[in-house]
């Protein structure tokens, strides 16, 4: 009887091509703090090595998804990496760290709002009282500003979200979970999450995959001011649309 030749097993993953240690360390001295703490140095090329092996794709959506809940390393580097090495994979990776980031930050909103304001002020008002032996030129009104803070949030409504989803000095999981505390509606948050943040990773993506190494000067230097420029003239644009009846009165002398 004729045997026949069993069917061999398909191989593993290979590692993205074109990821190299000169990739990695260049994403590294990007990030101020990663060249000033130590700690953090070595947490970003913990995260960073992912690209190098074949579970990249599965490292950059564990690390978007935890960045966007609590994580203190951003998924950006990571994503410019796996871009770099496989530039044809770019929209994949892009999509991959949208859909992560947006699960992340919807339970960062979840959690903030199970813990509610009221906790949150009285926690605040607590640790005022404690503080107290501080010296004045360190001691704030904790729970004044904790309230401004969430006022300022439920104010800005789905185009502070926004903001802050393509542009945020503050990490976005503090807006997360800021958002639930102040009680922002969970659509808002999420419409404004999926458009921005998408549109964040998505440009980074389009970026590398037509310039390649070429965009990732751009990239380092020049993005993050190019996406806050793009949020200080939708904010003025907003203004100007709300309050168009007094500055045409302006205008008009």
């Not at 107290?132 to 300022?152: C, G, I, K, M, Y």
């Not at 190494?213 to 420029?229: E, L, P, Q, S």
Request: hydrophobic share 55%; with cysteine.
């Amino acid at each position: 009887m004729e045997k026949s030749n069993p069917v061999p097993p398909d191989p593993p993953p290979a590692a993205p091509a074109g990821v190299t240690d000169e990739i990695i360390e260049s994403e590294i001295q990007v990030h101020w703090t990663a060249r000033l703490m130590r700690p953090v140095r070595r947490l970003y090329e913990w995260v960073l090595h992912w690209a190098e092996t074949r579970y990249g794709g599965t490292a950059l959506a564990a690390v978007a998804f935890s960045e966007a809940l609590w994580f203190p390393i951003p998924a950006d580097p990571l994503l410019v990496a796996l871009c770099l090495g496989r530039p044809k994979r770019s929209f994949w990776y892009a999509i991959n760290c949208t859909f992560w980031s947006t699960f992340g930050a919807m339970l960062a909103l979840l959690a903030g709002s199970l813990i509610g304001e009221e906790r949150v002020l009285a926690g605040m008002a607590w640790l005022d009282v404690h503080l107290e032996w501080l010296p004045s030129f360190l001691h704030v009104n904790l729970r004044q500003w904790t309230q401004l803070a969430l006022d300022l949030i439920r104010q800005g409504g789905f185009w502070g979200i926004a903001a802050a989803a393509l542009a945020a000095p503050i990490p976005y999981k503090v807006v997360g979970w800021a958002a639930g505390i102040a009680g922002v509606n969970w659509l808002t948050f999420l419409a404004a999450t999926v458009i921005f943040r998408k549109f964040r990773y998505a440009v980074i993506a389009v970026l590398i995959y037509f310039y390649g190494n070429r965009a990732k000067t751009f990239i380092d230097k020049y993005f993050n001011w190019v996406c806050t420029g793009l949020v200080v003239v939708l904010v003025l644009v907003l203004v100007l649309v709300k309050y168009r009846q007094y500055v045409a009165r302006l205008w008009g002398g």
